[in-house]
């Protein structure tokens, strides 16, 4: 190692990231996971602690006074007081079950909670109680869900009454949508007003009003013009629901099958009532059998929950997400097609109508990584990561050509992001399915003097306590304070919990030749963006992978 990764290494070693938020839950949830960074030069170390401080203050208790209630949860942060399920309660807590899961777990049962005796889960839980004016889902419950059973089940047992409490709530939901959001009979699901789908200020929702008629999430204005409409983005999230409940069914001793029919039946409808093949885009249709063909979000939205397949992701990214004329910017995905003449340059308020918007970027890892597009996913974060690096608070928005941090601060869904970003491109990351991952995308290539010259990151995976240094050139990884493997910077080596390694894949944005060291020797590979190389008994097994998709101009 060099003199930056040992001093790198040093100061991850004395560092207690409870330093400012002793007796908080997070610091609890931290010090079980043994989550540690630490990185010489530039100011991402003090970044990363500004993260865990900010996050820290969004975790609060919001129902001591309900039975079962009292114990902290995740706030929204900002000027959202509380949990909302389009983002709290799903993404957010997704990657919060990394850093605290405890309280991940405690956000999810608070939805369960305030269900509604006809089984519709509030949009919202504030101290002041459940709210109903609107359904506001994006995110999958059912992922989350059944991914935080994952995380949180491999030494410790799987909860099962957690999973069962969460599948009763969830069917109940599902049920309540059938029942009320598809008054045209199409089998998709309709959105009857702005604050279903959380598009503030976009014009996809232009004539229509921000909730629901009369407050009443089971209503749609009688005299629209327009709606309701049956929107690709909330039918893909019953779609991906669903499948999710037939998976939560079959651990819990049922059957997937009727499960996974109704998943079947959603995306044809999705298909039948949304997309256009033309353009291979989702759009909104409207109770006149109009599209609203308004390029947005919605696209990555559909990819999130699982719609398409490989072929259908890369032709997505070569016209539209990778594309620096549609959703494409130099400082992340903005929420409506650059080339739209309704596009919103204004990320100083809360809009949806243009400006990168923070939950936006935290949904799109799943589907970059399901289709194996990691090494896109890594190039365009790179200057997210810097612009929050150097910006005075974490924002909800970011302006996409400037990268100054936008509409409010103490924002959790931009908070966890910047943790995940490091932790998924420059650190130690355990996944639902078992697997560990080690990224030595090292972040010193970062502009705006944002870039270290090395980092340090340590997390506790089952009873191993693991470390990964790196500079610009190696990184190195130690389990329990003794070598383990080591690999040039632009791979990921993927392990079991117990840091066997079972692949390399390509994170940079061009092929990567170097030397895997493990105790059995070297390994010469060199490693193309997307590739996986399968390693079984220290030698190449197999090889694979995705297109890399380059920006498009």
């Known amino acids: ?51 865990l401080s900010e996050l820290a203050q969004c975790i609060r208790v919001l129902d001591d006074g309900h039975p079962g209630g009292g114990a902290p949860v995740l706030n929204e942060g900002g000027v959202y007081r509380g949990s909302w399920i389009e983002s709290t309660g799903t993404i957010n807590t997704e990657i919060l079950a990394r850093f605290a899961p405890q309280v991940a777990r405690d956000t999810l ?68 949508l059938a029942r009320y959001r598809d008054t045209l009979g199409t089998g998709g699901v309709e959105a009857f007003c702005t604050f279903d789908t959380g598009h503030d200020l976009s014009p996809r929702f232009w004539f229509a009003p921000d909730r629901a008629f009369r407050g009443d999430a089971r209503r749609v204005d009688p005299d629209s013009a ?39 039946r959603s995306v044809d409808a999705l298909y039948a009532q949304c997309f256009d093949e033309a353009d291979g885009f989702f759009y909104d249709r409207d109770r006149t059998g109009r599209l609203h063909r308004l390029q947005g979000d919605v696209l990555a939205r559909v990819l999130a929950n699982e719609v398409g397949d490989e072929a259908f992701f890369t ?59 990691v090494a896109e996913l890594a190039l365009v974060s790179q200057p997210v990561i810097a612009a929050l690096a150097v910006a005075d608070r974490f924002p909800q928005c970011l302006d996409p050509w400037s990268g100054d941090a936008g509409f409010t601060e103490v924002y959790s869904p931009s908070i966890l992001w910047f943790l995940d970003a490091i932790e998924r491109h420059a650190g130690i990351l355990p996944r639902p399915d078992g697997e560990v991952w080690f990224t030595g995308l090292t972040p010193t290539r970062l502009d705006h003097g944002a870039a270290a010259q090395a980092i340090a990151y340590g997390r506790r995976v089952g009873e191993a306590a693991f470390e990964l240094v790196a500079d610009d050139g190696r990184v190195d990884v130690l389990r329990d304070g003794a070598a383990a493997f080591g690999f040039p910077r632009g791979w990921r080596v993927v392990t079991d919990r117990a840091g066997a390694v079972q692949a390399v894949v390509g994170v940079g944005a061009r092929p990567v030749t170097g030397v895997l060291t493990l105790p059995s020797g070297d390994l010469e590979l060199t490693v193309a963006p997307n590739e996986r190389v399968a390693i079984a008994g220290g030698s190449v097994a197999s090889r694979a992978g995705a297109e890399f998709v380059a920006p498009v101009f």
């Open 1 to 51: 190692m060099t003199a930056a990764t040992d001093e790198a290494l040093t100061r991850l070693r004395e560092s207690d990231p409870s330093a400012g938020i002793a007796g908080s839950p997070l610091a609890e949830g931290l010090a079980r996971e043994g989550v540690r960074f630490a990185a010489v030069g530039g100011p991402l170390e003090a970044r990363w602690r500004d993260a």
């Open 109 to 176: 049962l608070l939805f369960a909670r305030h269900q509604r005796e006809d089984g519709m889960i509030p949009y919202k839980v504030t101290a002041d109680g459940p709210a109903f004016s609107q359904i506001q889902i994006v995110t999958p419950l059912a992922r989350v869900v059944w991914n935080h059973y994952l995380l949180t089940g491999h030494e410790g047992g799987r909860d099962h009454a957690f999973l069962s409490v969460m599948q009763g709530a969830m069917e109940r939901m599902d049920a309540w």
């Open 226 to 264: 327009l709606l309701p409409v049956v929107a690709p983005d909330l039918t893909s999230n019953v779609a991906a629901q669903r499948a999710y409940l037939g998976r939560i069914a079959e651990e819990l001793g049922g059957d997937s099958a009727a499960w996974d029919a109704a998943a079947r």
């Open 315 to 373: 032709e997505s990214l070569r016209r539209y997400l990778m594309n620096t004329r549609k959703f494409l910017a130099h400082y992340g995905f903005t929420t409506i097609a650059m080339d739209d003449p309704r596009f919103d340059h204004d990320a100083s308020r809360n809009s949806w109508g243009g400006p990168v918007n923070f939950l936006a970027q935290l949904r799109a890892p799943h589907a970059f990584e399901r289709h194996g597009h």
